[in-house]
């Protein structure tokens, strides 16, 4: 069966196609935004209830009363940009050059109108140090609003987040 | 490095560097930050002699309780016995030297070696070792094999410390005047206890410790390294640390000292200022600590937590305390965590919010002090200048009531202590 045939004789199948589709689109944008700087843009993809959160270790059950490497909320996601903006944060000062590739995009659930999804990432950062290598799965959590999507959630959990870290200062 | 019980510790057969020419009063040598001979010689001479941090006895609430922690380079276990006891265990079966236990916490009342299948009381003894003819049977080699016990254990206010010298000034003779800046943090719990119990950040840094170790009291750095921050936030910390300011740096002696900032919170008079809000916003906490302590509270909240740098590897930073864990000359790792006090879960869940925002790889505050720590590191591997500069405030100390010696809140009276107490066990025989 040819992928053209199911669109075409299968509406719920290319509803489920389309939007893969859009949440993989709206993946790889988030994921250029961070890569290039560009706070603004990538500001504007979040909604007011945003989490952006990046454990460490291996307990994810009561976040809010154990240590995170990341646990922002809107206003923190705010706080951590303006910092970046005032251009004397001095572990993003010259920022660091990064690309990430992003793979294995699936939809996995739906949640109060919610889309979830979840994909595993490979990021390169180069500094004057060196290059690190970051790599783990991210687990968004996506809204439909109109024709768009925008960020409720952004899950990036680290492979080795049960390890010593180097500066995790960039838009993981 | 071995430690076998025998209170010898092991020290290096080449020739050691005369350490008087590389530490003087005012000026540090760069080698100290880059040697790896120094650094050898500092596992020996005191990561693996005076009292080391390790952990908390809140981490180990329960009989059978253990973490892996460090003492040095030392892979250490630190397990609580049934006889309620916090032991310190090399992780190192008597074996043939495999790690005996792998997880990082974990319950258990005995370690099994999976190589062989040699197994240990969480107390470090030899209770199994299986097909046991070959060592003529059960009740044999007991005695002589064990897991290398951390000769020396003690705790202060729940925080534990190990010692791999058997003998040498007891705990409360190292920690002496910082004492009561720990019996300072755990007042601020109305039940008089600190809890450690909200998982640790590792920061992997490429720096020697010790850069770490003395800018944690440095009152100079702040405005320039977290200005980007304090400007964003509006935060008040930054004048803290500034000329105006009525704060002290204090040399505690044994190479620990303090950042005092009670004289501006004093100044200000207000009940929680300190932690950056108000006693109305807080009310459930105020209470407590009011039927706690009575009208002591008052000054108690006023006056807030310390900001204490103990010797050679515990910082406490109001909020969030700090280990320095050294790897070699050039690498370390930060570990962080958030304070919890008991009795005041009001103020416990936004301790933890505001410390994941300041510390760790990622923090606001701490990242950008290890983007210092990592080029101060390459600055200090050049030729020339040869020298660190250490004399900031010197012309201005002064002896203050309780015999300590006292600088400016930007002063470097901090670090001249620390320097003081690192030549002593240095070059001490």
Redesign the interface.
């Given at each position: 069966m040819s992928a053209s045939a199911q669109e075409t004789h299968d509406p719920p199948a290319a509803g489920r196609e389309q939007a893969l589709r859009q949440v993989e689109q709206f993946i790889y944008r988030e994921a250029r935004l961070a890569d290039e700087h560009d706070y603004d843009a990538w500001e504007a993809l979040w909604t007011d209830d945003a989490l952006y959160w990046?454990p460490?270790?291996g307990?994810l059950t009561v976040p809010?009363?154990?240590?995170?490497?990341?646990?922002?909320n809107r206003s923190?996601i705010s706080?951590?940009l303006?910092?970046l903006r005032?251009?004397?944060?001095?572990?993003q000062d010259p920022p660091s050059q990064l690309r990430r590739v992003i793979s294995n995009i699936e939809i996995t659930g739906e949640d109060h109108g919610d889309i979830i999804a979840a994909a595993n990432f490979i990021a390169a950062e180069s500094r004057e140090?060196g290059v690190e290598l970051w790599a783990g799965r991210v687990i968004y959590r996506l809204r439909p609003a109109g024709n768009e999507l925008r960020m409720a959630g952004k899950q990036v959990l680290l492979v080795n987040r049960?390890?010593?870290?180097?500066?995790?200062?960039f838009l993981i | 490095m071995p430690v076998d019980g025998s209170g010898q510790v092991p020290v290096l057969a080449a020739d050691r560097p005369d350490y008087r020419r590389l530490i003087e009063r005012a000026r540090v040598h760069s080698s100290v930050y880059t040697d790896p001979q120094i650094f050898a010689d500092e596992l020996a001479r005191i990561w693996y002699r005076t009292w080391v941090f390790v952990g908390h006895a809140s981490e180990v609430a329960q009989p059978g309780d253990y973490i892996r922690t460090t003492i040095g380079l030392q892979d250490v276990i630190m397990a609580r016995g049934t006889d309620g006891r916090v032991h310190l265990l090399l992780n190192r079966c008597a074996h043939r030297g495999n790690l005996v236990c792998e997880a990082?916490r974990g319950n258990a009342k005995s370690f099994r070696c999976p190589y062989h299948g040699w197994t240990y009381r969480n107390t470090g003894e030899l209770i199994g070792f299986p097909f046991n003819q070959g060592y003529g049977g059960k009740g044999t080699i007991e005695a002589e094999l064990s897991l290398a016990r951390v000769p020396r254990v003690a705790e202060y206010q729940g925080f534990v410390f190990g010692s791999l010298a058997p003998d040498g000034p007891d705990l409360a003779e190292h920690l002496g005047e910082a004492a009561r800046e720990l019996d300072r943090l755990a007042r601020l719990s109305p039940e008089g206890r600190v809890e450690l119990t909200?998982?640790?950040?590792?920061?992997?840094?490429?720096a020697n410790w010790k850069l770490l170790a003395e800018n944690e009291t440095d009152g100079y750095h702040p405005q320039f390294?977290h200005?980007?921050?304090f400007?964003?936030?509006g935060s008040p910390i930054g004048a803290l640390y500034s000329d105006k300011s009525a704060a002290v740096t204090r040399s505690l002696g044994r190479g620990h000292s303090e950042n005092d900032l009670r004289p501006e919170f004093r100044k200000a008079g207000e009940p929680m200022r300190w932690f950056g809000t108000t006693a109305d916003r807080v009310p459930a906490y105020a209470a407590a600590m009011r039927a706690a302590h009575g009208p002591a509270a008052e000054r108690i909240l006023i006056e807030g937590a310390p900001h204490v740098m103990i010797f050679p590897n515990l910082f406490v930073a109001e909020i969030q305390v700090f280990v320095i864990q050294p790897l070699s000359a050039g690498e370390c790792?930060q570990h962080?965590?958030?304070v919890q006090l008991a009795g005041a879960p009001e103020l416990?869940?936004r301790m933890?919010?505001q410390?994941?925002?300041s510390v760790?790889?990622?923090g606001?505050l701490l990242?950008?002090d290890?983007?210092?720590y990592?080029r101060n590191q390459r600055g200090v591997a050049m030729l020339a200048p040869e020298w660190l500069d250490l004399r900031r405030g010197l012309a201005r100390e002064r002896i203050d009531e309780r015999g300590l010696r006292i600088g400016g809140a930007t002063d470097e009276t901090g670090m001249r202590g620390f320097w003081q107490h690192y030549l002593s066990l240095m070059e001490g025989a």
């Open positions: 990046v460490a270790g307990d809010a009363e154990r240590m995170s490497v990341i646990y922002d923190r706080t951590r303006a910092q005032t251009g004397r944060r001095h572990a140090r049960d390890q010593p870290l180097p500066t995790l200062a | 990082q909200a998982g640790w950040l590792r920061h992997r840094t490429r390294v200005g980007s921050i400007s964003v936030t790792v962080s965590t958030a416990n869940r933890v919010s410390s994941v925002g760790g790889p990622a606001m990242a950008d290890t983007e210092m990592e």
